[in-house]
């Protein structure tokens, strides 16, 4: 299908302040300081991810419930990163889609889907995390049922990005100077963009499905958590591992706490402007309009380089991890490797995946529970002690 051609008779759908000329053009310097903002992001969040990705697949050791959630999340941020933020940026510079009409359907199906694989990964996380320090006997998640729900993720993505796929297009619009742009936008079934009360809802339930909702049950669930880790007192005596397995636990929470935290502020003004966008349409055709939403933009999308950054600041295995490429990058002729592990967990085999206090609880009424604990400090069978401690070890 070609086109749809707009020409000085169909201004009024809003797509051009002046219809004579294009008054989208940036001035070069502003494109260049802008193109250096959103490149450096691009180059961050793209290297970063694929090195969070290679850490996880390429160490048996990391291959772990939280890990594999991780990769997900990595995965989501480099197909935002690649597939979505390079083309779009390039669209805001001047308002002109040259990348054609399949294209743009395929750009703003994968932004929603990018974004609901990232915040439903992090809840997967969360309800994960949960269970193993709320409920450390139950039976962890095993490799199938993780990869049934990163399917499950990616499936309600999909689902909840499918009005773009169908309802995004491209029509040409011509100024009376001669000068011409392609716009990028979805058409519903009652009206353009940003005139239509169905996307309005659309965008209303996005904002519930994809933000308030999610933002709500992390919220929940790592209040539950840090009470349980950080709020207990402990009657009498804890032994040197107890004290270690909880301050691991306390390390994972933190860092995904952290990770949580940085999602919330990065996209909350993005929803903010599409709902004001709709009630108070004039703001798109203010001064700076093109400016501030590249900031809101850029801060939404900058949330992709956020994470490799707080696994490597927060997580000691992801630093190593880092390290190494980085040393197989610049250093090609250096033969050493750079382990993954401390020392400590190497020594005496498998024995670090199973101690008699891989099950300690600290309550909140100010008990530590020792659930499982045999008898002269012999190693415990049993199979939950083994994936708790292996995921604390892996994770930390």
Known sequence: MADLTCDENCTSGNFSEDPHENVFILPWWQQTLWSLVFGGMVLVAMGGNMIVIWIVLAHKKMRTVTNYFLVNLSLADTMVSTLNVIFNFIYMLNSDWPF??????????????????????????????????????RPRMSRKITLIIT??????????????LVYSTTITETFR???????CFMVWPDGYSNDSYTEYIYNVNILVLTYILPISSMTFTYFRVGRELWGSKTIGECTEKQLETIKS??????????VVFIFTVCWLPYHIYFLLAHHHPQ???????????????????????YNPIIYCWMNSRFRRGFKKVFMMSFCCGQTETIGLYDQRHHTGGRHSY???YTDTKVTFNGSVKVTRKSLNGSRS??????FVDMEILSSV
């Open 100 to 137: 054609g009409r399949a294209f743009c359907k395929i750009s703003n199906f994968i932004a929603i889907v990018s974004v609901s694989a990232s915040v439903f990964t992090l809840m997967a996380i969360s309800i994960d995390r949960y269970m193993a320090i709320m409920h450390p006997l």
């Open 151 to 164: 399917v499950c993720i990616w499936v309600a993505g999909s689902f909840l990005s499918l009005p773009n």
């Open 177 to 183: 100077n001669g000068d011409h742009r392609i716009i």
């Open 249 to 258: 636990k306390r390390k994972v929470v933190k860092m995904m706490i952290v």
């Open 283 to 305: 703001i798109i055709s203010t001064n700076y309009v093109q400016h501030i939403y590249l900031s809101i933009y850029w801060l939404a999308m900058s949330n992709s380089m």
């Open 354 to 356: 199973s101690d008699p």
């Open 381 to 386: 069978s049993g199979t939950s002690s083994k």
